[in-house]
């Protein structure tokens, strides 16, 4: 028997074990290839580039120091030639920086305990800690090469910090705060913004309010200096890092991009919580907050309920908006939803409770793992393309692939595929020229954001012209003009048309014939449960009277 003291600990320990096997469930999703673009084009990549010994990673649109980690856990688990292992087997390399997401998704869960129970109690803090564990995108998140998900580690130890600054003032707490922010700005810019609740703790701390604003500069300047020492080439190269934040800052206030009719950021975000957090730990934060203030706990509810209200105001006021740049807030929201959970005080019906609740907030987190788990829709078509179409064959690709896909390696480097190149038509500039003045076409370069924007039925005479018979079309593209017709009205014509002057030679629905309309979001995280395999439903035509 476990004594009432040790309780605790042992629960922790399972909770964690639980977080680290949902983490590495289905890890290995898509490899060799990368399929989520984000991670094949941001960290990894340049994180390969810098084993070679140039430290500038000379890209600041996400701050490096995540690419800086990864450099160094390559260097260590393939002593010597990374950039040689990641040309012959790119899916390995992915791969073992997706471990480094794993270590700090469980991390977070711990840290978001530590926050819980430095907050509320021990009770809190197991619940906090046991809905990041199991809720859907912090797990989704941590089975991708990316900064989202460790990104929440700093965020839940400044929250942990900032409740002992509250309890105690202690100026360590308030420093070890600064620099816990400062981290969780060096993984991601957004992320800086867990200083609300640091800066409101210390103000409403015992401390004086002169002290208060002193320790506050002191953990400024900590974390400023935590900044800097991640990201050491920002005055080296100011030029590129100004040019990449400000190319950051437009993305996400720039015009609403294709496939995404949803233009009130509050309230996407407020619906976006319900399968990304959960209905039931969604709706138990608010009931949380909502008991702080009838307890009146107005000191807790300021510092949990400022950072969440400020900090979703301002992501809800921009034009674009993505489910995930809601992660710093869950380990907060995480301990409100514990704490509300808490004021059960029988024993057994509170362990009934949470049982069920989080039983309940994990179910789609265990089946995205099993669907995760099977083959993409887009490594079947590529086999299909591979057993059927010969070799130097032009082909249309719309861009639903990472760019190995297309060429001739599964692992993006020197091992061939023994039967497989085929000569990728490039929607070049010159063409997207030539389609505005003969036929209306968009003067748009056409990449994955701005593909569908290109099109117009005159391609299709393009095609055949330069001997283009075969076209793959995926509804992650296709997808965005049917979600907003009126946005992209010559892409549904050249759709029609595509329809009308050629045969399917090959098609695979990722859902069984239930495909959900495209959404920003869910289209490529796969939550909705009509998805039974990963990827975008794909289609392969040959036009008729192509030579």
């Known amino acids: ?50 084993t070679s010994g140039d430290l500038n ?20 688990v393939h002593l010597g030639g990374v950039e040689q292992w990641f040309a012959d087997d790119a899916g390995a390399v992915f791969l073992a920086g997706r471990w480094i997401s794993v270590f700090f998704g469980v991390g977070t869960v711990a840290a978001t305990y530590f926050a ?35 990104g ?14 509250l309890r105690t003032g202690s100026t360590k707490a308030l420093l070890a705060g600064g620099a816990a922010v400062g981290l969780a700005a060096s993984f991601k810019y957004s992320d800086g913004a867990v200083v609300i609740a640091l800066v409101a703790a210390a103000l409403l701390s015992p401390l004086s309010f002169k002290d208060a604003v002193k320790g506050l500069v002191f953990a400024g300047l900590i974390a400023i200096a935590a900044v800097i020492v991640t990201n050491p080439y920002l005055f080296a190269d100011w030029d590129t890092f100004i040019n990449d934040l400000d190319r950051q800052r437009k993305f996400a206030g720039g015009a609403a991009l294709l496939g995404q009719p949803e233009r009130n950021g509050w309230w996407y975000y407020l619906t976006s919580s319900t399968w990304a957090l959960g209905w039931l730990p969604g709706v138990l934060a608010i009931c949380g907050g909502i008991v702080l203030l009838v307890q009146k ?14 900090y979703w105001v301002y992501m809800g006021s921009q034009s674009r908006f993505y489910a995930r740049w809601m992660l710093p807030l869950y380990p907060t929201l995480a301990v409100l939803a514990g704490y509300a959970l808490a004021q059960v005080k029988h024993r057994v019906a509170l362990a009934v409770a949470a049982a069920g609740f989080l039983l309940a907030t994990a179910v ?8 995760m788990g099977r083959e993409d829709t887009r490594s079947e078509t590529r086999d299909w393309l591979v057993a059927n179409v010969p070799q130097g064959t032009k082909v249309s690709f719309e861009p639903i692939a990472p760019t190995e896909w297309y060429g001739s390696t599964p692992g993006g480097g020197a091992k061939a595929h023994p ?20 036929h209306g076409g968009a003067r748009r370069t056409a990449n994955f954001q701005n593909y569908e924007r290109t099109l117009t ?65 869910k289209s490529f995280n796969y939550v909705d449960g009509a998805y039974k395999r990963p990827g975008p439903e794909m289609i392969v035509y040959r036009l008729r009277d192509c030579a």
């Open 116 to 150: 819980g129970r430095a907050w509320f109690d021990k009770r809190v803090g197991l619940i906090a800690a046991a809905i990041i564990a199991v809720a859907f995108l912090p797990v989704f998140y941590s089975k991708l090469a990316l900064n989202d998900g460790p």
């Open 152 to 165: 929440m580690l700093p965020c839940a130890l400044a929250l942990w910090a900032s409740a002992v600054v």
């Open 1 to 50: 028997m476990i004594s009432r003291d040790r309780a605790p600990a042992a629960i922790l320990a399972l909770i964690l074990l639980v977080a680290f096997g949902l983490r590495v469930w289905s890890l290995g999703h898509g490899l060799p290839y990368s399929y989520n673009l984000d991670e094949r084009a941001h960290f990894v990549p340049h994180a390969v580039s810098m």
């Open 57 to 76: 990673p000379g890209y600041f649109i996400n701050p490096p120091f995540l690419t800086y980690i990864l450099a160094a856990w390559l260097s260590v």
């Open 457 to 521: 039925p005159g391609l299709i005479d393009v095609y055949r012209r330069e001997g283009v018979c075969v076209i793959v079309t995926g509804s992650t593209q296709y997808g965005r003009a049917f979600a907003e017709p009126k946005r992209a009205p010559a892409a549904l014509k050249y759709y029609d048309a595509l329809k009308q002057e050629a045969d399917v030679v090959f098609k695979t629905d990722p859902t069984d014939g239930n495909l959900p309309r495209y959404q920003v979001d």
């Open 297 to 310: 706990r107005y000191k807790e509810a300021a510092v949990l309920g400022g950072l969440v209200v400020l």
């Open 364 to 371: 789609p987190t265990v089946r995205n793992a099993i669907v």
């Open 419 to 438: 039967v497989q190149q085929w000569a990728r038509f490039n929607r070049n500039d010159a063409i997207i020229a030539e389609l505005a003045k003969e």
